[in-house]
């Protein structure tokens, strides 16, 4: 599994979202991801890259895009 895969099986897994919907995806734009879905969300990204955000990361960590660059300082490449 790429960690493109990866990526994106975290975000359907937490938010039960169809991979089409995932590039526009934003923190409160769909029901799921509240503040129980995101750290649901950081949880699965975690254990996926077996990495673990620092607590600025989790809190910027707003939408789909942006998560590629926060992972990007784990040296996990999407």
Not at 30 to 46: N, Q, R, T
């Amino acid at each position: 599994m790429t960690n493109l895969e990866k990526y994106n099986e975290a975000f359907i897994t937490s938010f039960e979202v169809d991979e089409a919907q995932l590039k526009d995806l934003k923190y409160q734009g769909v029901e799921e991801w509240d503040s129980i879905g995101h750290m649901s969300l950081i949880a699965e990204i975690e254990e996926a890259f077996d990495i673990s955000l620092e607590t600025d990361d989790v809190i910027d960590f707003s939408s789909y895009e942006k998560g590629i660059e926060i992972l990007k300082k784990y040296d996990v490449e999407i």
